[in-house]
């Protein structure tokens, strides 16, 4: 089993920019394609970018394309996500989960970003 938790959340105004980092504890880290998911409020979760075990593959969603980047320390067993130019329509609690293909397994508890306009 993996433990998963995410930090770095918080308030921001519009064009700012934060950087979450997904920390994992239990079976190898490096063993898992990684993944960074949001859920606003009345909205189901949706997938934002994941990235493989080497960090050699990196997928992102259409509307983090160009202003998020997801990366991966494997030596420190974190994964992480920086937003810039963040937008009041990036509001939402953001996960990270290990992935099987595309499927999400273990899930962290998540953090709440907040962008004000």
């Known amino acids: 089993q993996v433990q998963l938790v995410e930090s770095g959340g918080g308030l921001v105004q519009a064009g700012g920019s934060l950087r979450l980092s997904c920390a994992a504890s239990g079976r190898t880290f490096s063993m898992y394609t990684m993944g960074w998911f949001r859920q606003a409020p009345g909205k189901e979760r949706e997938f934002i970018a994941r990235i493989t075990r080497s960090g050699g593959n990196i997928y992102y969603a259409d509307s983090v394309k160009g202003r998020f980047t997801i990366s991966r320390d494997n030596a420190k067993n974190t994964v992480y996500l920086q937003m810039n130019s963040l937008k009041p329509e990036d509001t939402a609690v953001y996960y990270c989960?290990?992935?099987?293909?595309?499927?999400?397994?273990?899930w962290g508890q998540g953090t709440q970003v907040t962008v004000s306009s």
């Open positions: 989960a290990t992935l099987v293909g595309s499927s999400p397994e273990y």
